[in-house]
C-alpha cells in the first residue's frame, strides 16, 4: 500500500485554473470510480471537497472539481483565491475496506 | 448531523501505549466506516485503518497490521483505537472520520498524541 502520487506544490495567481493530479496504480485509483479530495488548511481539520471522483458535497463551490483517466484522478481549482490556498489530499479506496492517501499538495495563490 | 469527538491530547513514553477514543452523535454510528487517519508535524495524512460498527472487524493498513487495534462499541456509540510499541515517530495529530468508500465527509478534531521519553 503506497501512498498516492502527488506533485508537492502547485501555484496560481488569482483567478487562474490549477490542476492537481494523483497517481496511483490499477488496485487503487485505476480500479474504482471512489477518488476523494481534501483541503487542509495550517492546524485544521481536513474538509472533504470532492467524494466519488467528482461529486461535490453541499457547500462545496463549484469552482472545485474533479476527474479521473486511468490511474490518475485530477482536482481542479478555478477561479483562484486567496482563500484556496492551503494543502490539498487525495484519497483513494483500495478495496478490502482499505483507504490511501496521496502525499499532498501545497497550493500557493500568487 | 454527525458530529464526532475525541479525546484529548496524550504525552507517553516510548514503549507504552495509548488509546484515543472517537464519540459519535447525531447519526447512525453503526452502519458507516470510521477511520482513523494520523499526521505527523508537518507531514501528510496517512490512513491507519477502520472498522464498520455493525460488523464488528476491522480492517488496517499493512504498516500499522499488529501494533494498532480498532474497536467500535455500538452500545456507546464510540470508537477506539490503540497504538503500542509507541515510538517517537508515532507523535501525530491523529483523527477519526466517518463516511464511505466515496469519502470521508465527518471528521474529529484530532487528538495530538506525543510519544517522549
Known amino acids: 500500500q503506497s501512498a498516492l502520487t502527488q506533485p508537492a506544490s502547485v501555484s496560481g495567481s488569482p483567478g487562474q485554473s490549477i490542476t492537481i493530479s494523483c497517481t496511483g496504480i490499477s488496485s487503487d485509483v485505476g480500479s474504482y470510480n471512489l477518488v476523494s479530495w481534501y483541503l487542509q488548511h495550517p492546524g485544521k481539520v481536513p474538509r472533504l471537497i470532492i467524494y466519488?471522483?467528482?461529486k461535490r458535497p453541499l457547500g462545496v463551490s463549484n469552482r472545485f472539481s474533479g476527474s479521473k483517466s486511468a490511474n490518475t484522478a485530477s482536482l481542479t481549482i478555478s477561479g483562484l483565491q486567496d482563500e484556496d490556498e492551503a494543502e490539498y489530499y487525495c484519497?483513494?479506496?483500495?478495496?478490502?475496506?482499505?483507504?490511501?492517501f496521496g502525499g499532498g499538495t501545497k497550493v500557493t495563490v500568487l | 448531523q454527525v458530529q464526532l469527538v475525541q479525546s484529548g491530547a496524550e504525552v507517553k513514553k516510548p514503549g507504552s501505549s495509548v488509546k484515543v477514543s472517537c464519540k459519535s452523535s447525531g447519526g447512525t454510528f453503526s452502519r458507516y466506516t470510521i477511520s482513523w487517519v494520523r499526521q505527523a508535524p508537518g507531514q501528510g495524512l496517512e490512513w491507519m485503518g477502520g472498522?464498520?460498527?455493525?460488523?464488528?472487524?476491522?480492517n488496517y493498513a499493512q504498516k500499522f497490521q499488529g501494533r494498532v487495534t480498532i474497536i467500535a462499541d455500538d452500545s456507546t456509540n464510540i470508537a477506539y483505537m490503540e497504538v503500542s510499541s509507541l515510538r517517537s515517530e508515532d507523535t501525530a495529530v491523529y483523527y477519526c472520520?466517518?463516511?464511505?468508500?466515496?469519502?470521508?465527509?465527518?471528521w474529529g478534531q484530532g487528538t495530538m498524541v506525543i510519544v517522549s521519553a
Open positions: 484519497c483513494s479506496y483500495a478495496g478490502n475496506r482499505t483507504w490511501v
Open positions: 472520520a466517518s463516511g464511505s468508500p466515496d469519502g470521508f465527509d465527518v
Open positions: 472498522v464498520i460498527p455493525v460488523l464488528g472487524s476491522a
Open positions: 466519488e471522483g467528482s
